[in-house]
C-alpha cells in the first residue's frame, strides 16, 4: 500500500485532501454549528496547512539539491553486522565516486550538516542488481528506492537510492555503462 500510494501520490493526496475536507465539514455540522462556520473553518484550514507543506517541500526541493550538488545521495549500511548497531541502520549521506573507489560522507538527517570524517571505501565489484528494497530493509527510508550490494576487501556494503543514481555510481565507480 505505501508503495502504491508513493507512485501515485498525484492522485492520492488530492483524494485525501477532498475527503478530509468532506468530513470535517460534516463534522462542523453535526456538532451545531452553521454549515457557512463548518466550510469557512475548512478552507481556513487548508490554505493554513497548504501554506506549510509548501514550505516544506520547497525547503526540502533546496536542501536535496544542494546535497546532490556534493554528489550521489544515497543510503549505506553494513549488512551482516550486529543488529541494532550504528553499522547495521542505514546512514544517510553524498558520495565521491572514483575508479574502484567511493567517499562516503555521512549527513545529518533532514539537513545539510556533515558528520564525521568521511569514509573511503575500495569497490571490487557489484554482487548483482539493484532489488526493490522491502521487509524490514525498508524502515526509515523512503519509499521507491532500490538496493545495490557492494563487495569490499574487507565485506560488503549496501546502498540504497533511486535507479538513476545507482546507475550513475556503477557508471562512476566501476565503468560498466
Known amino acids: 500500500m505505501r508503495e502504491w500510494l508513493w507512485q501515485h501520490k498525484m492522485i492520492a493526496i488530492p483524494l485525501m ?18 454549515w457557512t462556520y463548518g466550510i469557512f473553518s475548512t ?3 487548508l490554505l493554513w496547512w497548504g501554506g506549510l507543506s509548501y514550505l516544506f517541500a520547497r525547503e526540502s526541493r533546496k536542501r536535496k539539491a544542494a546535497l546532490e550538488e556534493r554528489g550521489i545521495f544515497l543510503y549505506l549500511r553494513y549488512p551482516g553486522s550486529r543488529p ?17 573507489r567511493i567517499l562516503f560522507q555521512e ?34 527510508l523512503p519509499p521507491g528506492l532500490k538496493v545495490l550490494t557492494l563487495i569490499l576487501p574487507h ?13 550513475k555510481l556503477q557508471q562512476q565507480v566501476l565503468h560498466d555503462g
Open 107 to 140: 549527513v545529518m538527517s533532514g539537513t545539510e550538516v556533515s558528520l564525521g570524517q568521511p569514509a573511503v571505501l575500495e569497490v571490487i565489484k557489484v554482487s548483482d542488481s539493484p532489488k526493490p528494497l522491502a521487509g524490514s530493509n525498508a524502515r526509515h
Open 43 to 45: 478552507l481556513f484550514n
Open 84 to 100: 541494532g548497531s550504528l553499522h547495521d541502520i542505514w546512514a544517510g549521506g553524498t558520495v565521491s565516486c572514483e575508479p574502484h
Open 17 to 34: 485532501i477532498v475527503l478530509m475536507a468532506m468530513v470535517s465539514v460534516l463534522v462542523y455540522a453535526a456538532s451545531g454549528n452553521a
Open 155 to 167: 565485506g560488503s556494503v549496501e546502498v540504497a537510492a533511486d535507479q538513476a543514481a545507482l546507475e
